[in-house]
Nanobody, 124 residues
């Protein structure tokens, strides 16, 4: 069982930055590929970025390439998402997710565990 707790969301102006954090419970954190998803009301949950269990491989949706950086610290059972040059269209609830496997898949239904989400609002 893995529990995930996100933090770091908030209100920011367009062009600003935020860092999201996700703290995980459990002793085998490095066995999980981790990802960030986001969801607007009425829309499907969208893959934002993923990172392999060891942290050596990262994956990004086109929407975040060049602006977002995912990384993890397995010693602290944590994964992070640095978001720069934020745009109003980045507004959403952001979720941390864990998949028992080396490579984090880009589809939400492949994930075993989810956090409660953290709201990110970007004003224009």
């Amino acid at each position: 069982q893995v529990q995930l707790v996100e933090s770091g969301g908030g209100l920011v102006q367009a062009g600003g930055s935020l860092r999201l954090s996700c703290a995980a419970s459990g002793r085998t954190f490095s066995a999980y590929g981790m990802a960030w998803f986001r969801q607007d009301p009425g829309k499907e949950r969208e893959f934002v970025a993923g990172i392999s269990g060891g942290g050596g491989r990262t994956y990004y949706a086109d929407s975040g390439k060049g602006r977002f950086t995912i990384y993890r610290d397995n010693a602290y059972n944590s994964v992070y998402l640095d978001m720069n040059n934020l745009k109003p269209e980045d507004t959403a609830v952001y979720y941390c997710a864990a998949n028992l496997g080396a490579i984090p898949p880009p589809t939400a239904n492949r994930y075993d565990y989810w956090g409660q989400g953290t709201q990110v609002t970007v004003s224009s």
